[in-house]
Structures are given as structure tokens and as C-alpha cells.
Nanobody
Framework: EVQLVESGGGLVQAGGSLRLSCAAS????????IGWFRQAPGKEREGVSY????????YYVDSVKGRFTISSDNNKNTVYLQMDSLKPEDTAVYYC?????????????????WGQGTQVTVSS
């Protein structure tokens, strides 16, 4: 069974840090581009970051550049999102997803597998 399980969310004060984990099972992790997405209440889901399968290229949406870092541990079949200097506007449910092709990693419909999400709440 293919599964993506996010963990590491929680409540943190502005300026604090959290590290999200995305653990995969049922498929070979390093064959996929892995993306992190988030959805705040009343807003559309947006892409936050991704790491490509081909060469480990990373991408960050402008609003998180310099604060978030994506990394992968293929031995553990896990991708991490280190989130520093958190802001109240980072509050959202964060999802990880796996894209088997990696051609259009900004397109959410390219992602085949999705986790259930983990809540991140940043208080001011």
C-alpha cells in the first residue's frame, strides 16, 4: 500500500521553528519528485517547496525563501521541511505529495500520492 505520512506540525510562536517530516512507504522514494503544499482556511492550496528526483533541485515559493529548507533522506524514505522564522501567515495544513514524473513540479495535478496533512499554527 502506498502511503505518505506527514508529522511534526503543531503550535509555535512567531519567530519559532518546526520541522515537518514526510515518510513514504509502498514505493521507491527517490524515483519521485516530492512537494510540500499548504492550505490556509479560506484559501486555495499552494505549492511551498519541492525537491526533484533527477538532481535534487529545490524550489521555494517567494514567501518562504530564506526561511524554509527542504531536504531528503532516501535511506529513510523521508523528506523534511525545516521551517524557521515562522510567521502567523504560515498557518495552514501542510501536505506532502509525490510526483512520479517531475516534469511540471509546480502543477498540483502532477502529484499522484498525497499525505493526510499536518496542522501548523503560528501565533503572533
Amino acid at each position: 500500500e502506498v502511503q505518505l505520512v506527514e508529522s511534526g506540525g503543531g503550535l509555535v510562536q512567531a519567530g519559532g521553528s518546526l520541522r515537518l517530516s514526510c515518510a513514504a512507504s509502498g514505493f521507491t522514494f527517490d524515483d519521485y519528485t516530492i512537494g510540500w503544499f499548504r492550505q490556509a482556511p479560506g484559501k486555495e492550496r499552494e505549492g511551498v517547496s519541492y525537491i526533484t528526483k533527477r538532481d535534487g533541485t529545490t524550489y521555494y515559493v517567494d514567501s518562504v525563501k530564506g526561511r524554509f529548507t527542504i531536504s531528503s533522506d532516501n535511506n529513510k524514505n523521508t523528506v523534511y521541511l525545516q521551517m524557521d522564522s515562522l510567521k502567523p501567515e504560515d498557518t495552514a495544513v501542510y501536505y506532502c505529495a509525490a510526483d512520479p514524473n517531475g516534469y511540471y513540479p509546480l502543477r498540483q495535478d502532477e502529484y499522484k500520492y498525497w499525505g493526510q496533512g499536518t496542522q501548523v499554527t503560528v501565533s503572533s
